[in-house]
T-cell receptor
Framework: NAGVMQNPRHLVRRRGQEARLRCSPMKGHSHVYWYRQLPEEGLKFMVYLQKENIIDESGMPKERFSAEFPKEGPSILRIQQVVRGDSAAYFC??????????????FGDGTRLSIL | DAKTTQPPSMDCAEGRAANLPCNHSTISGNEYVYWYRQIHSQGPQYIIHGLKNNETNEMASLIITEDRKSSTLILPHATLRDTAVYYCIALNSGGSNYKLTFGKGTLLTVNP
């Protein structure tokens, strides 16, 4: 999936550590979305951000998870004090503007987070 | 957003057309039909979307029935690289229309 860059591709953390996942949207895209895919499940929406604003975080767990999309630099999904249940693939998508049914989201190849 | 129903799996011979069905009988007038696919270990890839009219791009064709209760994604000449899980998603054009809801999709296996 050319365009949306996520890193790292694989991340291993021990329980209690912090995980930082980065996403650079496609050029010209100012809207970023994060999704999580648990093993054997479909992708679930987590959060929608625009530059310096969180628009919708209704899919984010209430504790330990946070996201930002600063004026400069990539979007960051941060997970504090990770637990085994956080093991999943985290995908970022971007679009040029709010999807009005005509602008598709384009996805990166994800970060596979493994918690030991 | 309307619920969509897809068969869990399908097989297709390499070089033949793959026709993937999707039912969305409760779709409303302002809901688009989107198709994505996910190849193993990769992120979802956008394929095509439509509202009422049939659509075609370099990847596929989308045929939507006149009553909009179902649609078919057509890969005209399937290759081994088209083996993936295909997702049909109904997405409205207003409100929180950015929340893509991925169900279980259809696992398409293209056989040599």
């Amino acid at each position: 999936n050319a365009g949306v860059m996520q890193n790292p591709r694989h991340l291993v953390r021990r329980r209690g550590q912090e995980a930082r996942l980065r996403c650079s949207p496609m050029k010209g895209h100012s809207h970023v979305y994060w999704y999580r895919q648990l093993p054997e499940e479909g992708l679930k929406f987590m959060v929608y951000l625009q530059k310096e604003n969180i628009i919708d975080e209704s899919g984010m767990p209430k504790e330990r998870f946070s996201a930002e999309f600063p004026k400069e630099g990539p979007s960051i999904l941060r997970i504090q004090q990770v637990v085994r249940g956080d093991s999943a693939a985290y995908f970022c998508a971007s679009s040029p503007k709010l999807v009005q049914g005509t602008q598709p989201q384009h996805f990166g190849d994800g970060t596979r987070l493994s918690i030991l | 957003d309307a619920k969509t129903t897809q068969p869990p799996s399908m097989d297709c011979a390499e070089g033949r057309a793959a026709n993937l069905p999707c039912n969305h009988s409760t779709i409303s007038g302002n809901e688009y039909v989107y198709w994505y696919r996910q190849i193993h270990s990769q992120g979802p890839q956008y394929i095509i979307h439509g509202l009422k009219n049939n659509e075609t791009n370099e990847m596929a064709s989308l045929i939507i029935t006149e009553d909009r209760k179902s649609s078919t994604l057509i890969l005209p000449h399937a290759t081994l690289r088209d083996t993936a899980v295909y997702y049909c998603i109904a997405l409205n054009s207003g409100g929180s229309n950015y929340k893509l809801t991925f169900g279980k999709g259809t696992l398409l296996t293209v056989n040599p």
